[in-house]
């Protein structure tokens, strides 16, 4: 099974990126716009994962969780990776880097004792959309300079999600929940 763990975010946020989202499709990019229920971010993306080895996780996610209080985020500004000018994702920062990279860094340490390998990498994002093409991102970059993404959230909990995909996109079930203290 396809696992991931992440910290989701409150359905008002979820409606506000909705609405954001529909305004930007407007664009008309050769784009795969993440579906605003989804919106979540990831902490550590595990990949196909063997049904034993989901204790062992649950098991990490706990122990490392209650390491670290619970959090408030501020949403960000927009933002493309791997940079600006060959965008391949686009996203919505959040603050609070140094303590999320912190997490992530502590369950690829850990995961990587179950052989998940270590990324490093990690940025705190809400990925709200990825590009095929960069048909009009000049337009889009243009219309992001008139919006603002102003969200508060808590995170309070570290997620194990079950991805599954389908013709229609991914769908995610919560696995298992590891509250932050």
Partial sequence: MRLFIAIDIPENLKEKLRVVSAKLKKCDLDAKWVNSENIHMTLKFLGETQEEQIEKIKNIAA????????????????GFFPNENSPR?????????????NISLKLEDK??????PKEGRFKPHLT???????KNIARLKDEIKNISIEGKFMASELILFK???????????KMFRAPLE
Avoid: H, W
């Fill in 111 to 116: 995961l990587e004792g179950l052989g998940f």
């Fill in 128 to 134: 709200i959309a990825r590009f095929r093409t960069k």
């Fill in 89 to 101: 994702i686009f996203f919505i920062s959040t603050d609070k880097e140094e303590i999320l990279k």
């Fill in 63 to 78: 122990s490392i969780a209650c390491q670290f209080s619970k959090l408030e985020l501020n949403t960000g500004g927009f």
């Fill in 163 to 173: 991805s599954m995909l389908t013709p229609a996109g991914p769908v995610y079930e």
